[in-house]
């Protein structure tokens, strides 16, 4: 029997897809942009076809990445079909489920939240009311509002361009558990204006200077609208190990394990471990948030271009702990170019970069779906086939 793994590279778009002016990111390029702006050495990426991929994607003569003998892995970019660039969204889909439906979103206006939602929170939870109420990055508004949050015991609500609801507070003073607690009665009051998630955003400190958000972040996410590799692996018997946030994305549906690590080099770790114990007949789906969390929507280009290549130097170590058998997928959920205005995801094709120690180097083209991506994998696992998706391995 064999063995799957799936590492999301949160965030790292390979340019901007066919329909991106439509969301506003004309233009957008992750990955081309933040090499424009130093060199970038990731050897491994690129002998897996990340370059090749990328050139192909955005149109632009290959970048040297450290590395320019014959590709090792087959490589190719997917074009996203579901009407959203957010986290859910782009996991469903190269997991099979493209969703095809309009999920609900909070206007610009400030107030963003409407009053009657508010209103419910605040009577079924207690509350002596709640600070924010707009569009926001959660790093800024912590920094702005923690020290008001702590004195009143007034949550911070903020949204994004994403279909979500965030809750921050502080670990200690407003309590772990209260604030999950909170989050829960959002998730229940939010569901009728069909957003996505409901996201915890835990932090600690003492000033506004000092205040670091957590590891234990919590997301609360509508169920996928129907069956996904996971449902599939799971219900016939196989093992679905969440590393990261993937169970969280998924409502926990199709999980079998779930093991959690602070930040991409734990997250690493963790990675390896599972590569060490999943048994055949596995799929170890691993989220690597930092790309996204603190470089893309912070608008670090340094931070992320160094993540990248932190990332790049690990690679040889999962590599030399595949077995006969085992299928590796390297990819993306959507972009998030920290070179454009704003701090919200963008519309990029992402990279599929499959590898292993029975895979042909071969050029995989323009993929139409990420749902290709679960069905090449469902194939891989003797799964039978998905609903959406067309196997793209020879």
């Known amino acids: 029997m064999s ?14 897809s066919a329909d991106a002016a439509a969301f506003g990111d004309g233009g957008a390029d992750t990955f081309g942009h933040i090499a424009a702006a130093r060199p970038l050495h990731v050897p491994n990426l690129a002998r897996l076809g ?9 149109r632009t003569p290959p970048l040297d990445l450290g590395y320019d003998g014959p590709a090792a892995g087959a490589w190719g970019y997917a074009a996203e079909q579901s009407l959203g660039k957010d986290t859910p969204s782009g996991h ?29 929170l605040i009577a079924q939870c207690g509350l002596p009311g709640i600070l924010g109420n707009r569009h926001a990055s ?7 509002l923690g020290e008001e949050h702590i004195r009143s015991g007034k949550p911070i609500c903020y949204t994004s361009a994403d279909s979500v609801f965030q809750i921050a507070a502080h670990e200690e003073h407003f309590g772990l558990q209260r604030l999950y607690d909170l989050c829960a009665v959002a998730k229940r009051e939010v569901e009728s204006l069909n957003i996505a998630r409901v996201i915890a955003r835990p932090f600690v400190g003492a000033v506004a200077g000092s205040f670091q958000r957590t590891a234990n972040r919590k997301d609360l996410t509508t169920p996928p609208p129907g069956e996904t590799l996971l449902d599939r692996l799971a219900g016939q018997g196989g093992s679905v190990i969440s590393v990261g946030k993937i169970a969280d994305i998924f409502a926990h549906r199709g999980i079998t394990q779930i093991v959690k690590a602070p930040d991409n080099m734990a997250l690493f770790d963790a990675l390896l471990e599972q590569v060490d114990e999943a048994r055949s007949n596995s799929l170890v ?6 790309f996204d969390m603190l ?9 992320y271009a160094a993540a990248l290549e932190a990332f790049d130097a690990r690679l040889p170590e999962f590599e030399a702990r595949l077995r006969p058998g085992d299928l590796a997928l390297i990819t993306a959920d959507h972009g998030c170019d920290p070179t454009f205005p704003g701090t919200d995801h963008t519309r990029e094709h992402v990279p599929v970069l499959f590898f292993g120690p029975e895979v042909t180097a071969c050029d995989l083209g323009q ?21 959406h998706g067309t196997d793209c391995l020879p």
């Open 138 to 144: 959660g790093t800024e508004i912590i920094a702005e």
């Open 50 to 58: 990340l370059g090749r991929a990328a050139a192909a994607s955005s």
């Open 3 to 16: 063995r799957a793994f799936i590492l999301v590279m949160d965030s790292f778009g390979i340019g901007a």
């Open 367 to 387: 993929r139409d779906s990420f749902a290709d991506m679960g069905q090449t994998i469902a194939r891989h696992l003797g799964l039978g086939p998905l609903a």
């Open 92 to 120: 469903w889909e190269m997991a099979g489920l493209p969703v095809t439906f309009e999920w609900g979103y909070f206007p610009h206006d400030e107030p963003c939240f409407p009053a009657a939602l508010i209103a419910r």
């Open 295 to 303: 470089y893309g929507h912070r608008r670090d280009v340094p931070g």
């Open 285 to 290: 789906f691993t989220n690597f948030v930092d």
